[in-house]
């Protein structure tokens, strides 16, 4: 998936230039590629929960809620899913409280979890035959960790992000670790990266534009003094970046990601991921109130520094009805991605965090969304339009990643449909025509099936190659359908 972004995109469009897009899947999540819309609504996925949620992952260790999953990746050379957990060994006075250390499990199916006895820690109290971070005192917690299906150094095939108090160090740190199978690790040659590491998140991103690494945690800095009438008050978490071109020399955190009007609870924290061109994040809110759950939201930027999210607040991954066992708590914490659809890991829990009343369910949930997905424009009935960006035509067809909002409809005409028009430049400031033989009424109606790529015609023909190179708009109209991209696609 590409997005055909470009940062001075703004600049160079509203100078009277069409966008450039080639033959990259266009997302309509945001205003890149919209120039106008009508009747439509953006919804997200739908975001598809397992049925037979929480998964299996192995007994957690005694005093232990549940196992909830921290990070997965697909390991192509093993064939197999990998995750990694952490365990609390609650020590009165070290650290925030609790000591963690860092549990591995695998899977052939990303379903069921198995916990290998691995023999690293020994010594370890409780016995914990799959720990593969841990140290007697303190914590040794992994944040987040990458894959690199191509290493120089098959030695450090996964870099890691641990938070730990090294040695030599007094304070917390964040360190990074190699390992050749996810399994052992060792610190890298300069392994303090920074000191002072929070309790947050803490998610590493490569972009690829900039050529530097993205890391995304709660910011030392903020606004809020919690003094007089804000004693005791919540801080208010947010979400900045630090950049790195080197992975050892890291700017100041930056806020990118702040509470607005809207926002009651905290942004507790902060899972990114690159898709394409785009950075996708899920942002976790809480207000550390017994009665209310933690929830998720979807966020996403263009250039990792200027983030969107949906105006009315819905949910990403939803909480549970009241009685399941995730109804307290979701917080996403991994994406994966597959090739027909995105995995999505998130641990999931039956009360809010500050809750103390009630025994507490913990565990790993797993859910999916379709690729390309995540925010798409719904019509209803009474139907909708959607006009592109002009941009330079270069593919010979018009592929469409849309859904119908109709599962069995009793008859064609209640079901999703979809039509599509091809507007030449306008001339002077009357209101453009459409290219001969590609109005809305040379169209075939395209019934919409659950399908990432139906091709639209016009009498009957996909072929758009006459007008290849030409400065042209898309005029979407839909019918109980969502539609999240297109694509100016080449024959094959």
């Known amino acids: 998936m590409g997005s055909g972004f470009e940062p001075d995109w703004r600049e160079s469009y509203l100078a009277g230039e069409p966008l450039q897009i080639g033959n990259d899947i266009q997302l309509l999540l945001d205003d890149y590629m919209v120039e106008d819309r009508f009747g439509l609504r953006r919804v997200i996925g739908p975001v598809e929960k397992h049925p037979e949620n929480p998964l299996p992952m192995g007994a957690p260790l005694p005093g232990e809620a549940g196992i909830g999953l921290r990070q997965v990746l697909y390991d192509a050379a093993e064939g197999c899913y990998k995750g990694w957990y952490c365990a609390y060994r609650h020590q009165p006075g070290v650290e925030t409280g609790s000591s963690h250390s860092t549990l591995y499990v ?3 199916d990303g379903i069921a979890w198995h916990q290998p006895d691995l023999g690293l820690f020994l010594e370890a109290e409780p ?3 799959n720990a593969v971070l841990h140290q007697e005192t303190g914590t040794c917690l992994l944040e987040d960790i990458i894959l690199d299906p191509d290493p120089v150094d ?5 870099t890691a992000l641990v938070k730990m108090v090294p040695p030599g160090e007094t304070d917390r740190c964040i360190v990074m670790m190699h390992s050749a199978d996810g399994r052992e690790f060792t610190p890298a040659p300069q392994p303090v990266l920074f000191r002072g590491a929070s309790d947050g998140s803490y998610s590493l991103v490569r972009d690829p534009r900039r050529d530097a690494w993205l890391l995304y945690r709660r910011p030392p800095t903020r606004a809020l ?10 801080t208010k978490r947010r979400v900045s970046v630090s950049l790195s071109r080197d ?5 100041h955190p930056r806020a990118v990601a702040l509470p607005d009007e809207l926002d009651v609870e905290d942004v507790d924290w902060v899972k990114v991921t690159r898709c394409g061109g785009l950075f996708l994040g899920v942002i976790g809110l809480m207000n550390n109130a017994a009665d209310s759950p933690r929830h998720t939201h979807l966020i996403w930027s263009r250039d990792g520094f200027a983030w969107e999210r949906l105006p009315d607040r819905p949910q990403f991954v939803p909480n549970g009805a009241p ?3 995730d109804q307290g708590s979701v917080s996403v914490e991994a994406v994966v991605p597959e090739s027909d659809h995105i995995r999505i890991y998130y641990i999931g829990g039956n009360v809010a965090q500050a809750e103390t009343r009630l025994p507490t369910v913990r565990g790993t949930g797993f859910a999916t969304i379709g690729h390309d997905r995540w925010v798409g424009q719904q019509a209803g009935p009474e139907g909708g339009y959607l006009l592109t960006r002009q941009f330079i035509l270069e593919g010979d067809r018009l592929e469409v990643n849309c859904r119908s909002g109709v599962k069995r409809p009793p008859s064609p005409e209640f079901g999703g449909l979809l039509r599509a028009e091809v507007v030449a430049e306008p001339v002077e400031h009357f209101p453009a025509d459409t290219y001969p033989g590609y109005a809305m009424e040379d169209c075939d109606p395209v ?5 990432p790529r139906q091709v639209i015609t016009w009498n009957g023909s996909p072929d758009l190659s006459a007008l290849r190179g030409s400065p042209v708009y898309i005029r979407f109209s839909l019918r109980n359908a969502t539609l999240y991209a297109f694509r100016a696609a080449m024959c094959q």
Not at 225 to 234: P, R
Not at 247 to 251: A, G, L
Request: positive net charge; hydrophobic residues 35%; proline residues 6%.
């Open 106 to 108: 695998q899977s052939p």
């Open 127 to 129: 016995r914990m035959p």
């Open 154 to 158: 098959t030695a450090r095939r996964f």
């Open 225 to 234: 003094k919690a003094e007089g009438f804000y004693a005791g008050v919540n």
């Open 247 to 251: 992975m050892q020399h890291w700017t």
């Open 323 to 325: 009685g399941e066992w």
């Open 447 to 451: 019934a919409v099936t659950d399908n």
